[in-house]
């Protein structure tokens, strides 16, 4: 994750796909969240209208998942931890949503509060709510997070609902993804511990202690949290590697169904570990590199590669 990704999710997301098996994201594939305003507006700037941008797989599956680039709630690495995921995804016969949460920026300033968790929120009722347009089993619609996204991908694993009785008609959709996928990300608000930048994005400069709480996520997870696959780096200064910990430990002990791998080398957001933009260069550079591999064993295991 590095500044100089601030651009506009929609112009980043829109750019044709690069692989034939994916077909190309972009006008009438990305859509809005809210057909009017959302709630806890704080204008009407873009960095207020949450969206979702398709990549469709050519050959689906049935599965979809919900993609949250990290940035520290400052802004979006649409990029590496999102176009190029959704890619990976598509390829795999997997609808993939990349979402543009609601982060903080000059006209939209901090604290953001519960914003960018209704965002997630709505993003799992919007795929659900849109199942029969695109051939989606809503019974197989995941969540991925890196870093901050991370973060926001796991404070929607442990706070859901089963829809709500109020609202539109997608509110009235769960909003519990049916698995996890988090890459390097922040889970727990413990000073010492946590992304500082994350903090203040997202609860401001002095935070109320019951809020901590309730953005520290390996403290909510119970037997309905969904089946994770975490990873991480033991070199990572950025987000350290006890926050996969936690939530790896947290989800054994509620017997939730759990996947971790740690690897030694790697620095902080390298995305899927394949491109030295975010890998680096050197003797290690590569040394990421097959975590998707270990994903995608794990998403077969979990049935979602599975066509139905």
């Known amino acids: 994750m590095v500044p100089s990704l601030m651009l506009a999710g929609a112009m980043v ?157 997608t509110d009235k959709q769960s909003c519990r993804p049916d698995w996890l996928v988090l890459g390097y990300p922040v889970v727990t608000f413990e000073k010492g511990v946590t992304h500082g930048g994350s903090v203040a994005n997202l609860l401001g400069k002095e935070p109320k202690p019951e809020d901590l709480d309730y953005f520290s996520n390996e403290k909510h997870v119970t037997k309905d949290t969904p089946p994770t696959f975490l990873f991480h780096t033991d070199e990572d200064a950025g987000v350290v590697p006890e926050n996969a910990v936690r939530f790896y430990l947290a989800l054994k002990k509620a017997k939730v169904p759990a996947e971790m791998h740690i690897y030694e080398k790697g620095k902080h957001g390298v995305g899927l570990g394949t491109d030295p933009a975010w890998t680096g260069i050197g003797p290690h550079a590569a040394y990421t590199a097959d975590w998707s591999h270990h994903l995608t064993a794990w998403l077969k295991l979990r049935g979602a590669l599975e066509k139905k």
């Open 13 to 169: 997301l829109g750019q044709p796909a690069r692989d034939p098996s994916v077909t190309p994201a972009g006008g009438a594939e990305t859509f809005p969240l809210w057909t009017g305003q959302a709630p806890l507006t704080a204008g009407d700037s873009r960095f207020d209208k949450p969206q979702l941008t398709l990549f469709k797989a050519k050959e689906p599956t049935g599965a979809a998942v919900v993609v949250c680039p990290g940035g520290g709630y400052g802004f979006l690495a649409t990029d590496h931890e999102g176009k190029q995921v959704a890619e990976y995804f598509a390829k795999l016969g997997v609808h993939a949503f990349v979402l543009q949460y609601r982060i903080v920026q000059k006209e939209r300033p901090a604290p953001l509060g519960h914003a960018p968790l209704l965002d997630a929120q709505r993003a799992i009722r919007t795929v659900r709510a849109k199942a029969k347009d695109y051939g989606i089993d809503p019974k197989r619609v995941g969540l991925m997070g890196f870093s901050a996204g991370g973060h926001l991908a796991s404070t929607a694993g442990t706070h859901f609902d089963s829809g709500k009785a109020d609202g539109d008609a």
